[in-house]
């Protein structure tokens, strides 16, 4: 379970932010990757190099750079969520780029600038079916990606095909698929940030108990469909977003209510679902910042600090212990 907004502020930067939620940890830390770095693809066994340098969270596995979310020299951000019970990938690529799902955010930021490029070549690509040895299954994945025109995707393959969707509302999370989740708004458009007026009962005058009375009805569970309505409704209405800190704080904010502590939600075999890591970048600084379960303070790196014409990939300390100043 994981959940994704997009955020504009005033100065006009372009932010990207998610949670990442689930039951176990996957050896994950930020890596930068410069340009021209050589990359296998696991259905073809092709060598792969980036055109653009990018910095996100991954893990090495297998020897093999995966992807959760980033963003890239040229301002592109994305990320990948699950998909559980919808996604479904082809199990040969035929005469199409074939790319595993978890290489997808790899691919997306070392190749795309925008994303009007991604909406005009991913005709050419398939997702085909193929096990992330971590996991010992194929990931049931989505994206999202948005660039410094503030506008919104989601990539899906689902049984009705890849598609590509606008995203009007700059949020994403988990099953069903996106335009269930856009239909299923329609149910809380009486929800709004002002206190409700007093009404009468026949000769009883009512009035609501405290702040807050408009924002009755909003799902407060952890189900997918319930957190892709807080985190609508949050971006919607955030407000103090003055310049990109403000921007990441209130994205962070806005984020806070869909945090999953550990023991809230259990998975069927008796794990724990929480939030890993909240993570936010800027398309225009190209700076990813990010907090972890144990660790509140947010860490930021800066992509354009780092040589994006080096040789290797660059991996930063995971910070897990919490940071707090104290004062005597």
């Known amino acids: 379970m994981c959940t994704s907004l997009t955020l504009t502020t005033k100065d006009n930067k372009h932010l990207l932010a998610r949670t990442m939620d689930f039951p176990m940890e996957f050896g994950q830390s930020v890596h930068f990757m410069p340009r021209g770095y050589k990359w296998i693809n696991a259905i073809d066994n092709s060598e792969n190099k980036t055109r653009f340098a990018l910095v996100g969270m991954s893990a090495i596995i ?57 909406k005009e070549d991913i005709k050419n690509i398939t997702f085909v079916e193929r096990e992330l040895s971590l996991l010992k299954i194929a990931p049931p994945l989505h994206w999202i990606a948005t660039d410094k025109s503030g506008k919104s995707i989601v990539v899906e393959k689902t049984e009705e095909g890849l598609e590509v969707h606008d995203n009007p509302v700059g949020v994403m999370t988990n099953s069903p698929n996106f335009k269930w989740h856009l239909e299923n708004l329609r149910q809380y458009i009486g929800v ?70 550990k023991g809230i939600v259990m998975t069927t075999d008796r794990g724990t679902d929480f939030t890993i890591y909240t993570s936010a970048m800027c398309t225009e600084s190209g700076k990813y910042y990010y907090s972890t379960y144990e660790n509140r303070r947010l860490t930021c790196i800066d992509l354009f600090k780092e040589d994006l014409d080096s040789k290797e990939i660059k991996s930063y300390p995971y910070k897990r212990e919490e940071d707090i100043e104290f004062y005597n």
């Open 62 to 118: 297998d020897n093999h750079p995966v992807f959760a979310d980033g963003v890239n020299e040229k301002g592109l951000a994305c990320a990948t969520l699950y998909l559980p019970g919808f996604a479904k990938y082809d199990l040969e690529s035929g005469e199409k780029f074939g790319l595993a799902s978890y290489d997808f955010v790899l691919w997306m930021l070392s190749k795309y600038s925008n994303i009007e490029e991604i």
């Open 192 to 261: 709004h940030p002002m206190q409700n007026s007093k009404i009468k009962l026949g000769e009883l005058e009512l009035s609501a108990f405290g702040q807050g009375s408009g924002t009755f009805g909003l799902p407060g569970d952890y189900t997918p469909p319930s957190r892709f309505v807080r985190a609508a409704y949050s971006r919607q209405n955030i407000l103090d977003i003055e310049g990109e800190v403000k921007g990441i704080s209130g994205a962070i904010h806005a984020l806070n209510s869909c945090n999953i502590p």
